[in-house]
């Protein structure tokens, strides 16, 4: 209802009425943009108009508080304003009416709640947008890529025949295996495309159909696993929410993707974790009604054409975030939002190429450590014992086996730091 009742203090009971400039009763105002456009206030003006209920309160004496940066015109008609809502929304959001009798100061006598509801959306359109193809072997058939998409997917990798044939060769690929199970998936290379689209960002020169391996493959450059760390190593859904909406505050777009179903780093199975699960949507569009909660509609190439109704839910309160059925569990998962910059200008995989190496031959090289660490060690107690140099004391904890765990150490973490691209 525009008319309501508004809080009392004390006695005093107040009518509270907000209507449209042009009369008609309102009940929310919005703060939105059109589609790539500026934020604005709908409706940008409307009236507040107060009763008391008896004459104990004269209403030349009522005044109206308004958040911060909101403006109020008085009108003609007593306990009457014509209210500008301005800047960036917060929530709760309340009309306060004050007593300007009361001393020393202003008393508020009266409050209105307002509802408020923030929404947006960016300049990618899922039904103008999207590529001809949803990530399923059906529509992209049997996909493999080859050393001519490995050349264009990188400038430069260390031992990059290694490289394309163990990592780059598991992670760029849609695959049937003989049982009838899929294995691998596009939908890092095909929601980046799609978005790179909106953008007008793809190079006319490089079919649809190779950009979206090309750009699949990035997920194991260097720009693109050290872009991701910081989210992996600081998770926050909120935090991923709250740049989308930024970006579109500034920007009036956003050129970030959500990597869904990230482990947190701090689970026991986040290797397993991360070799086996991972999933990338496009954001374009959000609503947010309260403190607590935010939803986010968003481009899933599994899904391409639900787009309505493939939603993210944003738990802001508590840090989680739900996308059912992929990931319910926001304690245990979070979301990583790194920009298209680091996929379009990520050429190398120096990173990428060294975890190869030790994922392809990793007994090989702890063996090569621990005989060199063996050298290291015949090497200093022969110096201890030359009678010409002087004694220095051992070293507590630096045993063989406490090397070699340390190298292990760095190996996981190398292995992890790559597994995280996976499958994005």
């Known amino acids: ?245 930024d970006d579109l505050l500034d920007c009036g777009t956003s050129d970030r993707c959500f990597d869904l179903n990230v482990p947190r780093p701090w689970r026991r199975d986040v290797v397993r974790a991360l070799l086996g699960q991972g999933h990338t949507v496009v954001p374009y569009a959000f609503s947010q009604a309260e403190t607590g909660w935010a939803s986010v509609w968003v481009y899933d190439p599994n899904l391409p054409d639900r787009a309505e109704e493939t939603v993210v839910t944003i738990d802001l309160e508590r840090d989680r975030y739900e996308y059912p059925p992929l990931a319910v569990d926001g304690r245990r998962t979070t979301i990583v939002a790194v920009p298209l910059t680091a996929y379009l200008r990520g050429r190398t995989a120096v990173l990428a190429g060294m975890a190869n190496l030790l994922l392809a031959a990793p007994r090989r090289l702890l063996v090569a450590a621990g005989l060199v660490t063996m050298l290291v060690l015949a090497w200093l107690i022969a110096g201890r014992n030359a009678p010409d140099r002087r004694k220095r004391p051992d070293r507590p904890g630096r045993s063989l086996c406490d090397r070699t765990r340390r190298f292990r150490g760095a190996s996981r973490s190398a292995e992890a730091a790559v597994a995280s691209a996976w499958r994005r």
């Open 1 to 245: 209802m525009a008319s309501a009742a508004c809080h009392r203090d004390g006695a005093h009971d107040l009518s509270c009425e907000l209507v449209r400039v042009d009369g008609t009763p309102l009940d929310y105002v919005e703060y939105t943009n059109g589609q790539g456009d500026g934020f604005r206030w709908v409706p940008d003006r409307f009236v507040v108009r107060l009763g008391p209920a008896s004459d104990a309160i004269p209403l030349e004496s009522l005044d109206l508080r308004l958040p911060s940066g909101w403006r109020a015109l008085p009108l003609r008609e007593e306990g009457t304003w014509l209210v500008f809502p301005s800047g960036r929304p917060h929530f709760p959001v309340s009309l306060q009416v004050l007593d300007r009798r009361a001393e020393p100061r202003a008393r508020v006598i009266a409050l209105r709640a307002l509802p408020v509801v923030f929404r947006g959306c960016s300049r990618f359109h899922p039904r103008l947008h999207r590529l001809p193809w949803a990530n399923r072997v059906e529509d992209l058939g049997v996909v493999e890529a080859g050393w001519e998409h490995f050349r264009a997917t990188f400038r430069f990798a260390l031992a990059p025949r290694a490289l394309f044939a163990g990592l780059y060769r598991e992670v760029v690929g849609l695959r049937q295996l003989p049982d009838g199970r899929v294995r691998g998936g596009l939908c890092t290379g095909l929601s980046r495309t799609a978005l790179a689209q909106a953008l007008a960002c793809l190079d006319e020169r490089t079919s649809l159909r190779d950009t979206v391996l090309v750009l699949h493959g990035r997920q194991l450059s260097d720009r693109a696993l050290l872009a991701g760390l910081p989210w992996f190593l600081f998770p926050s859904p909120r935090r991923a929410y709250q740049r989308f909406v």
